[in-house]
């Protein structure tokens, strides 16, 4: 503590006067709602004083307790309005130490976007942003040379292995790969070649006595077909 706060006291800041003073008005308040309840309970009392004085035709009584009715009733008012001027003052407080509080923020905010800014390099952000760039290519080429290469590996064989299975199973159905794959069946070129026998020459001789050389060519025909 130095002497001058020893001397005019703790030096007080604009904050710290605006919460004593929301703290001195929230009292007030509270104080005032007290006095009122314990007014508008003294109200019903006398109402019910002024009833019994009536019964009883003690009319001065009634009367000296009625004024005291209408004056309870018009401090009640009173304290109403008390009370809301103290809220509305209360109110301006709060807003106040609301802006002031939003003003430091932003204060706050505002120095850091600074020091960030300052701080912050923007060719070396470009010169990271295209080595990104760079190395991403790179490492997408060897990703795709890679999964080539795996396809490749994987690849091998299968076309033999898909033929192996065709054959093994046309072998299971009785049917021969080769005739499956284009082949003339023996039972086609029989019926060809006995359809080339038919055609003969306009003229020639049916029977036996036929040409020898046709006969050769029936004799070797007739042998295929055993």
């Known amino acids: 503590m130095n002497i001058l706060e020893w001397a005019f006291g ?8 605006l919460r004593k003073n929301q703290r001195m008005l929230d ?37 000296i307790q009625a004024k005291d ?6 401090y009640v008012e009173k304290f109403y309005g008390m009370r809301s001027q103290l809220q509305k003052i209360s109110l301006r407080l709060q807003t106040h130490r ?18 960030m800014n300052r701080s912050m390099n923007l060719p070396a952000l470009q010169r990271i942003a295209m080595e990104f760039e760079r190395e991403t290519a790179i490492m997408d080429e060897r990703q795709e040379m890679m999964d080539d290469a795996i396809d490749d590996a994987m690849d091998t064989g299968i076309e033999e292995e898909g033929d192996e299975v065709v054959e093994q199973v ?23 070649v006995a359809d080339g026998r038919v055609a003969q020459a306009i003229g020639a001789p049916s029977g ?15 042998s295929l077909r055993k």
């Open 98 to 115: 609301t802006n002031e509080q939003m003003m430091q923020s932003m204060k706050g905010a505002t120095m850091a976007l600074g020091s």
């Open 69 to 74: 009715l209408v004056r309870t009733r018009r």
């Open 10 to 17: 703790k030096r007080i800041t604009p904050q710290e006067r």
């Open 27 to 63: 009292k007030a308040i509270r104080e005032l709602d007290q006095v009122r309840v314990k007014l508008e309970k003294q109200e019903k009392t006398l109402v019910g004083q002024i009833k019994q004085s009536a019964q009883k035709g003690q009319m001065g009584a009634a009367k």
């Open 170 to 192: 046309l072998e299971e159905i009785g049917v021969d790969l080769n005739q499956a794959f284009g082949e003339t069946p023996t039972g086609l070129q029989s019926d060809k």
């Open 208 to 222: 036996g006595g036929g040409d020898p050389g046709d006969d050769d060519l029936q004799a070797r025909l007739d």
